[in-house]
């Protein structure tokens, strides 16, 4: 392809303060791809790193959020094989520095260099130039093809669809018939009912605030749905389990009043997965943990390559995440796409920017 040598990107200046301007086009180097970007979803993390960025990152005046994105292979460096120029990728935004003794183990989400670029570490959108651009270098440890039948904007949830995966492998898949309760319809709480499905959960529990949201979650095969402001749904999943409980909570608010009633949702010996981003402490009954004989993960990100687990289901239309792309926006409008999405205007799930 015809690489120019700038290209627009949306560059954070300051702390809420996000502009899209001309850049250099990114430099690759060995190991690495430049990706030509084609749609990028607004994830729950992008408007906290704008307003305040991420754990100490990043350079303000330089940086590129985003990293929920698809795109086509433009240009290779010379040691790669395993790409071709024109090739369709999603990107996972995680790619360890593969030394540390976690990436060695495959947990490369939670590698021990985090940050450090000089060793290999790389965050895209967080701690690393993201996505919200024309162009954006990539590592191929990063890349997985996309067959023709994925659009390059559902191809864009597929980095929540590894995430949602990466939780379910946590807490020991979905066995067959069970009943799994997912609490927040948000983004990946719909995903992950959904998902659930997939995985054979014979009745899956969706709860949540908003309506809108709950149908949504029952047009993309939720069985019950439980509005938490007309219904107690400790009371009702009790009810609706003979009083045994759930086999497993996916916990998908991120807030403390429902990761706590998540113990008293679930069954002996059953299984939590805690998926939120908690930024207020949760006061538990831990004793109910070891008395219960209970399983607690907390999956971070795709790790474990399963975003390439989501893509065949993808593929084939088993996974159907159409519903949840509520609007897009061009690059240059990436601030009214920001604002649809925090705001939930007209609805908004999932906001596509397209560069």
């Keep these: 392809m015809n690489i120019p040598e700038t290209m627009k990107a949306a560059v954070l200046f300051d702390f809420g303060d996000l502009r899209v301007t001309e850049v250099p086009v990114p430099p690759i180097g060995y190991g690495e791809v430049l990706v030509k970007v084609n749609s990028v979803a607004i994830c729950g993390s992008d408007p906290a790193i704008v307003a305040k960025g991420w754990k100490g990152y990043p350079k303000l005046g330089e940086f590129i959020p ?4 698809t795109g086509v292979v433009a240009a290779t460096a010379p040691d790669v094989i395993e790409f071709r120029v024109g090739d369709r990728v999603a990107v996972e935004p995680h790619k360890g520095c593969m030394r540390c003794e976690n990436c060695l183990r495959g947990y490369y989400t939670t590698c021990l260099n985090y940050g450090n670029y000089e060793l290999g570490h790389r965050h895209y959108g967080f701690s690393t130039d993201g996505a919200y651009a024309e162009y954006a270098a ?6 997985h093809n996309i067959p023709e039948s994925i659009a390059f904007e559902e191809g864009a949830l597929l ?57 949504v979650g029952r047009e993309l095969g939720v069985d019950i749905t439980i509005n938490v402001r007309e219904t107690d749904p400790v009371k009702k999943i009790m009810e609706l389990t003979g009083g045994i409980g759930a086999d497993m ?7 403390p009043g429902p990761a706590a009633e998540a113990l008293n949702m679930v069954r002996k010996n059953g ?47 088993r996974m159907n995440f159409k519903p949840l792309i509520t609007h897009t926006f061009p690059l240059e409008e990436i601030n009214q796409a920001f604002d649809t999405f925090t705001g939930r205007i007209g609805g908004a799930i999932k906001v596509i920017v397209k560069p």
Excluded at 203 to 212: A, N, P, S, Y
Aim: with cysteine; glycine share 16%.
């Design 249 to 255: 909570i996916v916990e998908c608010t991120g807030q």
């Design 66 to 69: 985003g990293h929920e994105f």
């Design 271 to 317: 299984r939590i997965s805690y998926n939120g981003i908690y930024h207020e402490p949760v006061t538990m009954g831990l004793d109910k943990i070891v008395q219960w004989n209970l399983t607690i993960t907390g999956p971070k990100a795709e790790g474990k390559l399963n975003l390439a687990r989501a893509i065949p289901l993808m593929a084939d239309g």
């Design 159 to 215: 980095t929540g669809a590894g995430t949602v995966l990466y939780g379910y492998e946590r807490i020991g898949w979905v066995g067959a018939g069970e009943t799994v309760v997912v609490t927040g319809p948000g983004a990946i709480g719909l995903m992950s009912a959904h998902i659930a499905k997939i995985l054979g959960a014979g009745r899956v529990i969706l709860t949540g605030t908003r309506e809108e949201r709950l149908a």
């Design 138 to 143: 990539c590592h191929i440890n990063t890349l």
